[in-house]
């Protein structure tokens, strides 16, 4: 009887193990499948040859994640780290290798591959596994040294200094606005932000391999001077279909992939999510006067339309609320208190892309339509409950953006000749509801047209990188951006990149528009127009690559020839420079460690910088432990994350107006510190058809009441300091099958 159960148990083990993983190999210009390619998983003899169709199989892995190695003659070989294998489900992971100009640079870029200045790729098991996340791309870039974190409620982010509304959003390549719920969260007089809010409309499981650029970037990617969002969606899978639930305090998630019908080749993912406040809301719990919810749905569906052709269509919808009831008298304690303020969002977005590809080369286009409508009603309430003052602010904004680009193989490298066209309108409210006091009225249409050409490939024996030139074209302004990027080996393990060039981005009066409550904006310093802020950026990087580590040092300088700022009414130059340096060491042996330190100098002639944090250190690491027994697959992750920043620097003048405290140019003061440590604890259960877990993340584990932002408060007639939330807990669990 021993003996059968022995038999039993080893099966069971065999079966929990057996996982299998799938995907095909395509060049990655002409999206041509190649025939014969080798896939195998990295230190280890597994490996398998890609067929006919350039379909691999890795059947019989162990659930967890491993590094894919691929070779293949006349390309080069990539290794690609920390691919998600999971129980009950078959992995796809499609690979695109791209050509080799030199046979001894395929021997070169094997063991030390080109690592982008300033580049942060985003991935679904990144943002599963490190702490306090939110299951939000954007909060997980938080762990650079480069990214200051402007408030714990909002995953807006500060880029070296800069202001978040430099940054830019896109989806699939194409530009979008603001993707994120609840773009009040934890703000200045609880105010939209332009790029950020509480939570990101897109889960995780949507997201492909995804990307963050921050540093010196060539011209196929413009209309920023800051960072700029590369969200790509998940291609699903054609094997079988497949399904994800997840219950947290963030929200209720389901998602699903897989092909229309068996056998079939268009795919789906899709995936709705309602908030899990907005649920405790429609049962009647109360919050405090307060109530906040959301919910989104987002899909993404692919269809071959030929040989080497694909069509997606893709689409995101999402609704916010966060609605507060005045107190009574007695009950008040802060001006708040005296106030209903009601705020909505309704965000959608929909697009296509195509790609189609042919001998020595690819085209490439997309479109799509995005519309954001925010709205934040006030009224304020006096001694004796009666209402004494409104303020109503609405702002629309939509955006057409499309984009078109040509790629071809000459000698030596790729030349990539493309434009992109953008279309802007915005409609903005900010008064009384019943238009007796009007402070700001007034609708706007803008366009943006950005052709450009560049060339990456050899530029030399040992020389690769970039050249390209880029024109970025408005109904009232131009601004030509040539742009360079050099890399040069020094043996096989470190490298020195050199980048640089003109970077422009058109300003938006969302972004920019305010009033000092005298009359007067800054619309008469040329925002009534399309004019372009322009910079001029330059990095010089160092890189060692090691067999699982990485150290990038980078210096790096920024120049703005005109800024606009909200507390003062002429353009000003500003500077930023500094250095930064990042320690890797990926995820092998069951652990991982992620080490930065950032100084920089971020100025404005004449005014302080709000955003000038001065310096940053982060720190990211975790282990898994193996805790399996003879008849249960089972992994226990602890996973850490420090953050210490400067402080921001507010200013301290303000004007009051009938309905909000505006600041004006005057003196600032210095935030203390910003100091956060985070935790996360999983416990990941590998059943021979499913992967359940529980995982527990504590954004500031030690409670510190870090500072928000000083304001004047008028119930109780003096100055006070607003702190950020201490520790949140947020407890999930997940099933995927």
Same mark, same amino acid.
């Given at each position: ?67 894919l190695v691929i070779s293949y003659v006349g390309y080069q070989p990539i290794e690609i780290k920390d691919v998600w294998i999971k129980s009950g489900k078959i992995t796809e992971q499609d690979i695109y290798l791209v050509r ?243 705020y909505s969002n309704k965000t959608g977005i929909a697009g296509v892309s195509w790609t189609q590809g042919r001998n020595n080369g690819q085209f490439r286009a997309g479109i799509a339509y995005s519309v954001a409508d925010n ?119 470190? %490298?020195?990149?050199?980048? @640089?060039?003109?970077? &422009?981005?058109?300003?938006?009066? *969302?972004? $920019? !528009? +305010?009033?000092?409550? =005298? ?21 010089? %990087?160092?890189?060692?690559? @090691?067999?699982?580590? &990485?150290?990038?040092?980078?210096? *790096?300088? $920024? !120049? +703005?020839?005109?800024? =606009? ?35 920089f100098d971020s100025e404005i002639d004449v005014y302080e910088n709000y955003f000038n944090t001065g310096y940053s250190l982060n720190l990211s690491t975790g282990k898994e432990w193996d805790v399996s027994n003879s008849t ?106």
């Amino acid at each position: 009887m021993k003996y059968w159960f022995g038999v039993l148990a080893i099966i069971s083990t065999v079966m929990l193990e057996a996982q299998t993983l799938t995907g095909r190999v395509f060049d990655q210009l002409s999206n041509e499948p190649l025939v014969g390619a080798t896939v195998g998983v990295a230190r280890t003899n597994d490996g398998v040859v890609t067929n006919s169709n350039g379909r691999y199989t890795l059947n019989g892995l162990e659930p967890g994640r491993i590094n894919l190695v691929i070779s293949y003659v006349g390309y080069q070989p990539i290794e690609i780290k920390d691919v998600w294998i999971k129980s009950g489900k078959i992995t796809e992971q499609d690979i695109y290798l791209v050509r080799s100009y030199d046979l001894e640079e395929v021997v070169v870029s094997a063991t030390k591959p080109y690592v982008q200045p300033g580049k942060i790729t985003i991935t679904e098991e990144q943002i599963n596994r490190y702490a306090a996340t939110y299951y939000d791309p954007a909060r997980l870039i938080t762990s650079s040294p480069d990214i200051a974190v402007a408030n714990d409620q909002n995953n807006e982010i500060s880029v070296r200094g800069l202001a978040p509304s430099y940054n830019v959003w896109k989806l699939e390549g194409v530009e979008i606005v603001n993707p994120n719920h609840l773009s009040n969260a934890g703000t200045f007089l609880d105010q939209p932000t332009a790029t950020g809010g509480g939570v990101n409309m897109l889960s995780a499981q949507m997201l492909d391999r995804s990307e963050f650029l921050y540093s010196t970037f060539d011209n196929r990617n413009g209309n920023s001077v800051g960072g700029i969002f590369n969200m790509n969606l998940k291609k699903g899978t054609d094997q079988d279909r497949q399904y994800t639930a997840q219950a947290s305090l963030i929200g209720l998630d389901f998602a699903t992939e897989g092909p229309f019908q068996q056998g079939g080749k268009t795919t789906y993912v899709a995936n709705y999510r309602y908030s899990f406040t907005g649920l405790l809301a429609g049962m009647g719990v109360d919050f405090g006067g307060e109530s906040i919810g959301f919910q989104d749905l987002s899909f993404n569906v692919t269809t071959p339309t030929g040989e080497r052709s694909e069509l997606k269509v893709f689409g995101v919808g999402g609704l916010s609320f966060n609605d507060f009831t005045h107190k009574t008298i007695d009950e008040s304690e802060v001006e708040k208190d005296r106030k209903d303020i009601y705020y909505s969002n309704k965000t959608g977005i929909a697009g296509v892309s195509w790609t189609q590809g042919r001998n020595n080369g690819q085209f490439r286009a997309g479109i799509a339509y995005s519309v954001a409508d925010n709205e934040r009603d006030e009224a304020r309430y006096n001694s004796v409950d009666q209402e004494e003052s409104d303020a109503l602010v609405t702002n629309k904004q939509s955006v057409i953006s499309a984009n078109l680009a040509n790629i071809q193989q000459v000698g030596n490298g790729q030349v990539e000749i493309g434009v992109m066209q953008n279309f802007y309108h915005l409609d903005y409210y900010f008064g009384g509801n019943n238009e007796t006091i009007i402070i700001a009225d007034f609708e706007r249409d803008q366009w943006l047209s950005r052709p450009y050409a560049r060339f990456s490939g050899n530029l030399g024996s040992k020389l690769t990188g970039y050249a390209g030139l880029g024109v970025s074209l408005t109904d009232g302004d131009q601004s030509f951006e040539p742009r360079l990027g050099l890399m040069l080996p020094i043996g096989l393990k470190q %490298s020195i990149s050199l980048g @640089g060039g003109l970077y &422009s981005q058109l300003l938006t009066p *969302f972004n $920019y !528009y +305010f009033d000092a409550g =005298y009359g007067e904006s800054n619309l008469d310093v040329g925002l009534s127009s399309s004019e372009l802020l322009r910079s001029m950026r330059a990095s010089l %990087s160092h890189d060692v690559v @090691g067999k699982d580590f &990485s150290l990038h040092t980078e210096v *790096f300088y $920024y !120049y +703005f020839p005109e800024v =606009y700022g909200v507390a003062f009414k002429a353009a000003e130059p500003a500077q930023t420079n500094g250095i930064s340096m990042v320690y890797t060491k990926d995820f092998s042996k069951t652990a991982y460690l992620n080490i930065g330190a950032s100084w920089f100098d971020s100025e404005i002639d004449v005014y302080e910088n709000y955003f000038n944090t001065g310096y940053s250190l982060n720190l990211s690491t975790g282990k898994e432990w193996d805790v399996s027994n003879s008849t249960k697959n089972r992994r226990l992750s602890v996973d850490m994350r420090a953050m210490y920043q400067g402080g921001y620097r507010p200013y301290v003048n303000y004007a009051f107006t009938n309905f909000e405290l505006i600041s004006l140019p005057g003196d600032y003061f210095d935030q203390r510190e910003y100091l956060r440590f985070d935790l996360r604890l999983v416990w990941k259960r590998y059943h021979e058809n499913r992967t359940t877990s529980f995982a527990l993340d504590l954004q500031n584990v030690a409670n510190i009441e870090n500072f928000a932002y000083q304001y004047y408060d008028s119930f109780k007639g003096q100055w006070e300091v607003q702190n950020q939330l201490g520790l949140i807990p947020i407890l999930a669990y997940r099933v995927e099958w």
